[in-house]
């Protein structure tokens, strides 16, 4: 009975391979995007909260036209990316609602800080952005 307890409290890999990286995090547009363990041992990022009321809330710029209407809050805009240690992941895909593309991408955390790069093919043809661990309590979207 004590192994099985032992057994169901230690951490998955994806749990302690991407602990640096798990939580919420504040975009360069103030929107809050979630990284959470999904898909086995893969993170993935959601849209927490959207940024300033000047944007839009539905992915207008979607090339398929059926999912233009669809909310961005709640979105899961990344996915499949595999931890490499504490503070990284590789191998991802990031979708911008921004642009409606999709790149692939890798990760960084340094501190509160987060770098995600999302890139086409390699990781020298790409543009990073900075994300900013918040620690306030932020209640998911609907």
């Not at 991407?18 to 959601?46: F, M, Y």
């Not at 504490?86 to 911008?96: E, F, L, R, T």
Request: hydrophobic share 35%; net charge neutral.
């Amino acid at each position: 009975m004590l192994a099985l307890a032992l057994l169901l409290a230690t951490p998955s890999p994806a749990d302690t391979q991407a602990s640096q990286l798990t939580g919420d995090w504040k975009t360069p547009n103030n929107s809050v995007l979630r990284i959470q363990p999904c898909e086995g041992s893969h993170l993935c990022v959601r849209i927490v909260t959207i940024g300033p009321k000047d944007q839009p809330s539905h992915d207008v710029n979607n090339p398929d036209a059926s999912l233009r209407a669809r909310d961005l809050c709640g979105l899961m805009i990344g996915t499949a990316f595999t931890p490499d240690g504490a503070a990284a992941a590789k191998d991802g895909k990031v979708y911008d609602p921004e642009s409606g593309k999709t790149y692939s991408a890798k990760m960084q955390a340094e501190g509160d800080s987060l770098n995600l790069r999302g890139f086409i093919g390699f990781s020298l043809l790409g543009r990073t952005e900075t994300w900013h661990r918040t620690s306030t309590a932020v209640a998911a979207c609907k």
